[in-house]
């Protein structure tokens, strides 16, 4: 009661890999010598692999908003026509970079907690001519939902439009084949699921998308697709890098690459689902009708300010949770899942939202929803294959 260890259980920035923090202590290196060339070639071969795509990998010193800026800035001219699928804060982004840079954005707006269909996309590009782009979530991180990504490339690849997701938090949560369902621009970040501290944003960029490249007007001069690509095909960055980060994302690229992407997917699926079979079990209501693995949102108990479970993660157990943003803070409190997350951290929240609950008046049966991550982890690891567990 009286050693309270931090516990950072947000959707970002999450938990770090050990390993990636002392690789940053070795970040006195100048990042125009042979040694960073070879470590900055390294983590671009590794992110393309991790990342399971043949198209340019592109790496950036800033949040994930910047790669979105560029694509936005690099890849469309004034009064382009686009689709913008917008059902949360960060869809609502979307919709501001668009209209920062003079698109003519339709944008396809839903509720928070609910997903624009492909069925959707699909009856817009049909009623409008000309679109340009559709840009999406893969995973909505302030609801916590999903979209169909798959479904989404399989209705906008053949208009000829140019697919732009941002997979800050779906990369490392969701299967996204970015070949195969034709993924024109998938975004990520470094403090989501690659488990390093914020900093970096990458994106791959499709042979289609590098065409669009060619015939852009807009304005860009720091995110620049094409000076990326040239520079960092010789180990370099054009600007000077955020080096302590390279490091560390080399380190956590590997960990990845041990594990499996897939696993690392399926580990986030694993605890989401946990979180959903305990938040139920504890009679509270999740909110995202087509929850993702990203991370968990759910609706605070009739008469309670979500703040309040906030509030006491922090004051009793020194753990860090998020509340709801925009209309939706004081509504839903948010548990995550990514990256450097295990099944024992899960344990340790539901117990703690158990004790919460009750303290606060809620009737709560303690051991209920632990009981029910127990269960799970229990069926999965029955199911794993001998040998799968190092």
Known sequence: MYIKKQRLLTPGPTPLYPPALHAMMASDLHHRTEDFRNVYKSALADLKEVMATTHDVLLFAASGTGAMDAAVSNLFSAGDKVIVCSAGKFGERWVEIAKAYGLNAIVLQKEYGDVVSPDEVAETLRRESGVKGVFLQASETSTGAAFDVEGMGRVVSPSGALLIVDAITGLGTMPLEIDEWGLDVVIGGSQKAFMIPPGLAFCSVSPKAWKFYETSTLPHFYFDLKKEKKNGDKGESSWTPATSLILALGAALKYIQQVGMPRLVENAQLLARATRAAVRELGLELFARRPG???????????????????????????????????????????AHLGYFDIADMFAIIAGLEVILHANGYPVEFGRGVAAVQRLYAEAAVAEPAGARA
Do not use: C, H, L, Y
Request: aromatic residues 6%.
């Open 293 to 335: 693995a990203s991370v968990t949102a759910v609706r605070a108990p009739a008469g309670m300010d979500s703040g309040v479970i906030v509030k006491e993660f922090r004051n009793r157990f020194g753990a860090i949770i998020a509340n709801g943003q925009g209309t939706m803070k004081g509504q839903i409190f948010r548990m």
